[in-house]
Every structure is written in structure tokens, then in C-alpha cells.
């Protein structure tokens, strides 16, 4: 990671308050946070405070809702883990800066002084330093000049060390080289499948002492699973929907009632970019209206992809205030900003869907078989009490069924069962929990319908008599034998292949790719193919088999890296960004843990808690 940017992710915690004051949240609960312990913790000898924990948390928390285009509560943002985040942060600046104070690293006032001219959020509408503000910022903050110019002095001391450490961070490039040329090299390979018309001759078939040799060899595959014989009663509301009247009203009223769904007004494809200032958002959309960025580029720059700002189909009032702004724009494009209750935003409207009206008399026949079925579900529930009634006075199922008219039925249970009442989640757990002991009681299912059922007998797993699995078993011999024959035939090729022999000349059906990459699909093809050409060398030929398939390989050549390629220099600088960044990350964590070791730490974790508590 680059020095700058480091820099940048220090001034966070300073800066990070000062914009949380600016737009309205500053001082929030501040004064309540302290509740007579003002210090949360210590590296060495300097205090982490309270005050300062709380003021992180609630920037960090308003910087990732504006990310997320929705406010987090405090529980999302603790299931995010964003509080231990701004804890460890908070640690990490203060071992830093305790070791600053410790060497003696500091900066002189004229730097503070331009820090504080600086603060975006404490300059006026023509951009210069506002005294008012600054007073308004540390009276709401409850902190004088003085400690406030003395956070600046230390944060810019602290950055000091961090650059001073980091500065000299490189990736050797000699580890950058070959990487490049192990991700970037490219293969030139043939391969050809082998399938079963390859073969001089089919296999033949089997014999039955064959057939049942694998039988008795392969007895897992045959098994019939546990089965549950089980006896039902099934009320249905299709049983009932011939019973039902349905008037005119009552499609009427139906239409009425969902009136939503036939009547949907215009609405619009949008995306939202917030900023956290009007100014920020007005300068990004005079980018985009110069051609300079495109609305995926400005969110690119955010850190956030398309996805993350994009809201969806829209009607007008989802967008409150700024939906006659994006409802006026008659053809997609990008409006801004404009006002939300997230901050300003610009909005990229995509599409237009135009409004759909469904007539009632378009609607008629699709709200006659909604409400005659809706009719037919309450017809169910109305004849319960009467079916629980029978039930309970020791009636069998098959006497229930007769009496009210409902479907009676026998059905095997087991892995393998599908359809029907078995369909249905309620009647698999009934069926698995069932007992022989089990009184039948009145079960409902998701569409309204009801069962009861009766465990009749649990037959055990068991070997599938041969001549009902007859068939399977042919086949299962037959692409055994196929296989094998393949790869006795791959065997033999290969042999020709290492003597001279090209693999177009076999006579099988091949395929040629000459640039292929290392992250690159083979088409037609398991992946092991492609894993095996980079485990080759030119001019080899491998049989390669996975998956029930087999294949002929041979790499024709391989083709290393043009340090002159647009693409190569290109993946060089982002492997060499990458190293860079990772092994200064870890020099960093390393020096700051050995800091935080000499100094030592002390968090009182229930201030910590404390702090929790009160902003949830």
C-alpha cells in the first residue's frame, strides 16, 4: 500500500469526526458516553478515551449506511463487526502515536495550522476557514482549541512513523517477474475424447454369469431404502371447488382489493450514488455530463460496483422528494443531485416500464378460479371440527373417509418417493416421525388442504431382487466395460503418441487451442484437462481420466510472457501493487504488534460495553 494511502486511512479517525459533525450527527450522545470514566483504555501512556471510541463508531457506522444506501443500526453494524474494527483502529493509532511521543517525532504548529485550514468541514461556501465553525465543532464536541490542535499534532506524527516504516516496502523483482510469467504464460495443446464408437468393437454383452457377478459385487447400488407403508385421508380444496358459488360481487369486490396488481402505475430502472456533501456530488456529475466518467466509473471510485447502488424497478413515491426529478427525465440518463434522507445523490433512471392495466373483465376468469379456490380453502377448515370429531372417537381412517367423502389412499414411503401427497414438506415430516402407537391426527399443508395418516408397517433396506434390477445392472456392466476398453485403447494411442505419431493422425476427433491461459475454460472437457497441460512439458502426451470420461493430450508448445505485452505490463503493475501492498501490510502489523508488546495494552471492557449499551 502506497504511503498516500496509508496516510489517508490514518486521517480517518480525525477527520471521520469532523465530517460526522458537519452533517448533523456531531455531539451525538457525547456527553452520556462518559458517565465518569472518560478512558476506555491505554498503549503505554497514551489514554484511548471514551469520547474518542464512541466518535469513531458513529462515523464508521454513517460511512458504511452511505455505502449501503440504507442507515445500519447499531445491531447490523456490531454483527458486521464494525465496532472491534474502530476498537483495534483506535489501538492501533494509539501505539503508534504513543511511540511517536516516545522518539520524539512531532511536527511544528505552522503543519497544524495548515490541517485545520484544510478540514473540508470547516470551511465556508467560498471555501475558506470559518472560525464560527470551528467553534460550533468544538463546542458540540465539549473539547477546547487546544486538545483539539493537539489531536492534529499527534495524528500527523503518527503518520510520520507509519510513512517512515512503510516507505521502503517493495516486492523484490525477481518474485514479481516470475509470477507475472507463471499467471500470464499461455499453453498451445491438443486433446481428443475417446467414447464408446471409437472402439473397434462394441462391447459385447453380458453373460448372465457376468450380470450376476456384478450383481453380488455391487449390492450397494441395488438397495431398496427404507420404506414406510403408510394409510392417508386427503382433503384437498380442488375436491371442493365444483361445491363453491362465486357472484358477481365477489369478483368485483376481489378486483377491488387488489386493485395493485392490475392497475401498476409507470415505473423506472435506478440506480443511486450518494455523496456525503452537495458539492462532492456536483462535481462528479459535471465529470459525467463532460464525457469524463461514466455513472459505473463514479461508483467505481466510491468503492462500490453497479450492483451495490442499484435500486431496481421504482415507482415514483419510493424515491420521495426526488422522484419528480427522475420521473421527468424522458429517456435514461443521469439527474443530480438531489436531496435524500441519506444525503445528496445523483440517480442514473436506466429504463422506463411503462404502466399496465389489467381490466376487470380481462381479470374475470383468473379472479374466478382465485376466489372460488380462496372459497374452497375456508370450505376445508369449515369441516375440520367434524373430521377431528370422528378422529377422536377412535373411527379408522378408512371409516373417516367414507363418512365425509375424502380421499383415502395407501403410499410407500421412502427416499425415493415423489409426488402426490408426498409432495408436500408437513407430510414427509409426519411420515418420518410417525409410529405404529401414533394416534391419526389432522395435519394442514400449505395450500389448505388436510391429512391425517397411519403407520401401517416399516420395512426394512433391502437387496432389490435381481431380475427387477436386471436392467441397471446391464447398463451399470456395459460403461464399466466401455470405460475400461477406452483406456486400454487411450494406452495403446499413447504408446504411438510417444513414438512420433501426431494425435491428429489417430483418427479421433481433436481439438486445438494455442493460447490457452491458466484461469481459461476448456470447452467439451473436464477440467483436469486443462489442469494437466500446465503440469506438462512440450511435446508430452498424457491420458487423462476423470469424471467417467478419458482423453488424449499433447502439448504442442509453451508460450511465455512478452514483457512488451500491453497485457503482461499490465497484470506486472497490479502482481507488483499487490506484493507491495501485502508485504507492507505485514511489515506494519508486525511493527505495530512489537510496539503494542513493548508498550502494553490495557482495554477495560466493560467501558467498552458501556458505550455499546447506550448507542443501541
Same mark, same amino acid.
Given at each position: 500500500m502506497s504511503t498516500?494511502?496509508?496516510?489517508?486511512?490514518?486521517?480517518?479517525? *480525525?477527520?471521520?469526526?469532523?465530517? !460526522?459533525?458537519?452533517?448533523?450527527?456531531?455531539?451525538?450522545?457525547v456527553t452520556s458516553f462518559s458517565g465518569g470514566k472518560t478512558e476506555l483504555g491505554h498503549v503505554g501512556t497514551r489514554p484511548i478515551t471514551v469520547n474518542e471510541y464512541a466518535r469513531a463508531l458513529q462515523s464508521e457506522i454513517?460511512?458504511?449506511?452511505?455505502?449501503?444506501?440504507?442507515? &445500519?443500526?447499531?445491531?447490523?453494524?456490531?454483527?458486521?463487526?464494525?465496532?472491534?474494527?474502530?476498537?483495534?483502529?483506535?489501538?492501533?493509532?494509539?501505539? !503508534?502515536?504513543?511511540?511517536?511521543?516516545?522518539?520524539?517525532?512531532? *511536527?511544528?504548529?505552522?503543519?497544524?495550522?495548515?490541517?485545520?485550514?484544510?478540514?473540508p468541514a470547516l470551511q465556508d461556501a467560498s471555501g475558506k476557514f470559518s472560525q464560527d465553525l470551528y467553534s460550533q465543532f468544538l463546542q458540540s464536541q465539549r473539547m477546547s482549541a487546544a486538545e483539539f490542535e493537539r489531536s492534529l499534532r499527534d495524528e500527523a506524527a503518527r503518520t510520520l512513523l507509519q510513512g517512515a516504516v512503510l516507505g521502503g516496502v517493495k516486492a523484490p523483482g525477481d518474485l514479481v517477474d516470475r509470477l507475472t510469467g507463471w499467471d500470464m504464460e499461455t499453453r498451445d495443446f491438443t486433446f481428443a475424447e475417446l467414447i464408446a464408437s471409437d472402439l473397434p468393437a462394441p462391447v459385447a454383452a453380458p453373460t448372465d454369469d457376468e450380470v450376476k457377478a456384478w450383481y453380488d459385487g455391487h449390492g450397494d447400488s441395488y438397495m431398496r431404502p427404507e420404506t414406510r407403508q403408510i394409510s392417508y385421508i386427503w382433503l384437498k380444496p380442488e375436491d371442493l371447488m365444483d361445491k363453491v358459488a362465486v357472484d358477481e360481487e365477489a369478483l368485483k369486490k376481489a378486483y377491488e382489493d387488489r386493485k395493485s396488481e392490475f392497475v401498476i402505475?409507470?415505473?423506472?430502472?435506478?440506480?443511486?450514488?450518494?455523496?456525503?456533501?452537495?458539492?462532492?456530488?456536483?462535481?462528479?456529475?459535471?465529470?459525467?455530463?463532460?464525457?469524463?466518467?461514466?455513472?459505473?466509473? &463514479?461508483?467505481? =471510485?466510491?468503492? /462500490?460496483?453497479?450492483?451495490?447502488?442499484?435500486?431496481?424497478?421504482v415507482a415514483k413515491e419510493d424515491l420521495d422528494t426526488a422522484g419528480d426529478a427522475v420521473f421527468a427525465l424522458p429517456e435514461p440518463g443521469v439527474t443530480g443531485p438531489l436531496?435524500?434522507? /441519506?444525503?445528496?445523490?445523483? $440517480?442514473?433512471?436506466?429504463?422506463?416500464?411503462?404502466?399496465?392495466?389489467?381490466?376487470?373483465?380481462d381479470a374475470r376468469d383468473d379472479l374466478r378460479s382465485e376466489v372460488a379456490m380462496d372459497r374452497a380453502r375456508r370450505a376445508?377448515?369449515?369441516?375440520?371440527?367434524?373430521?377431528?370429531?370422528?378422529?377422536?372417537?377412535?373411527?379408522?381412517?378408512?371409516?373417516?373417509?367414507?363418512?365425509?367423502?375424502? #380421499? $383415502?389412499?395407501? %403410499? #410407500?414411503?421412502?427416499?425415493?418417493? =415423489?409426488?402426490? !401427497?408426498?409432495?408436500?414438506?408437513?407430510?414427509?415430516?409426519?411420515?418420518?416421525?410417525?409410529?405404529?402407537?401414533? $394416534?391419526?391426527?389432522?395435519?394442514? !399443508?400449505?395450500?389448505?388442504?388436510?391429512?391425517?395418516?397411519?403407520?401401517?408397517?416399516?420395512?426394512?433396506?433391502a437387496l432389490r431382487p435381481l431380475e427387477e434390477v436386471r436392467d441397471k445392472v446391464i447398463a451399470d456392466w456395459t460403461t464399466d466395460q466401455t470405460h475400461a476398453a477406452l483406456l486400454a485403447l487411450a494406452g495403446e494411442d499413447l504408446a504411438q503418441l510417444q513414438n512420433g505419431v501426431m494425435l491428429e493422425a489417430l483418427g479421433l476427433v481433436t481439438t486445438r487451442d494455442d493460447s490457452f491461459g491458466r484461469n481459461d475454460f476448456v470447452p467439451d472437457a473436464v477440467p483436469e484437462v486443462g489442469q494437466a497441460v500446465f503440469q506438462m512439458i512440450a511435446g508430452e502426451s498424457r491420458v487423462v481420466e476423470a469424471a467417467g470420461r478419458v482423453f488424449l493430450v499433447t502439448l504442442n508448445a509453451v508460450t511465455p510472457v512478452d514483457p512488451a505485452d500491453a497485457a503482461v505490463a499490465a497484470k506486472r503493475?497490479? %502482481?507488483?501493487?499487490?506484493?507491495?501492498?501485502?508485504?507492507?501490510?505485514?511489515?506494519?502489523?508486525?511493527?505495530?504488534?512489537?510496539?503494542?508488546?513493548?508498550a502494553g495494552l490495557s482495554l477495560n471492557q466493560a467501558a467498552v460495553a458501556a458505550v455499546n449499551a447506550q448507542m443501541q
Open positions: 498516500r494511502l496509508r496516510r489517508k486511512k490514518a486521517n480517518s479517525v *480525525v477527520w471521520g469526526i469532523l465530517a !460526522l459533525v458537519m452533517v448533523g450527527l456531531g455531539g451525538y450522545g454513517r460511512a458504511t449506511s452511505v455505502q449501503f444506501g440504507q442507515q &445500519l443500526t447499531f445491531e447490523q453494524a456490531q454483527q458486521m463487526g464494525l465496532d472491534r474494527v474502530v476498537l483495534q483502529q483506535l489501538v492501533t493509532a494509539a501505539t !503508534l502515536e504513543n511511540e511517536a511521543n516516545a522518539v520524539g517525532v512531532s *511536527v511544528g504548529d505552522a503543519e497544524v495550522r495548515d490541517k485545520l485550514m484544510a478540514a402505475p409507470e415505473r423506472r430502472l435506478v440506480a443511486r450514488l450518494i455523496y456525503p456533501t452537495a458539492e462532492e456530488a456536483a462535481a462528479a456529475k459535471a465529470r459525467f455530463d463532460k464525457g469524463e466518467a461514466s455513472f459505473e466509473d &463514479l461508483a467505481r =471510485e466510491r468503492g /462500490l460496483s453497479i450492483d451495490d447502488v442499484d435500486m431496481g424497478e436531496e435524500t434522507n /441519506l444525503g445528496p445523490a445523483l $440517480f442514473a433512471m436506466n429504463g422506463i416500464l411503462a404502466a399496465q392495466i389489467t381490466s376487470f373483465e376445508v377448515a369449515d369441516r375440520q371440527e367434524a373430521i377431528e370429531d370422528q378422529l377422536a372417537s377412535g373411527a379408522t381412517l378408512e371409516e373417516v373417509a367414507r363418512d365425509e367423502g375424502l #380421499e $383415502f389412499g395407501q %403410499i #410407500e414411503v421412502n427416499s425415493e418417493t =415423489e409426488g402426490g !401427497l408426498a409432495a408436500y414438506e408437513a407430510f414427509r415430516q409426519a411420515a418420518s416421525q410417525v409410529n405404529t402407537e401414533s $394416534f391419526p391426527t389432522l395435519v394442514g !399443508l400449505e395450500d389448505g388442504g388436510v391429512f391425517a395418516i397411519r403407520l401401517d408397517e416399516i420395512v426394512a433396506p503493475a497490479q %502482481i507488483e501493487a499487490t506484493l507491495d501492498q501485502s508485504l507492507a501490510r505485514d511489515v506494519f502489523e508486525q511493527f505495530a504488534r512489537t510496539l503494542q508488546a513493548n
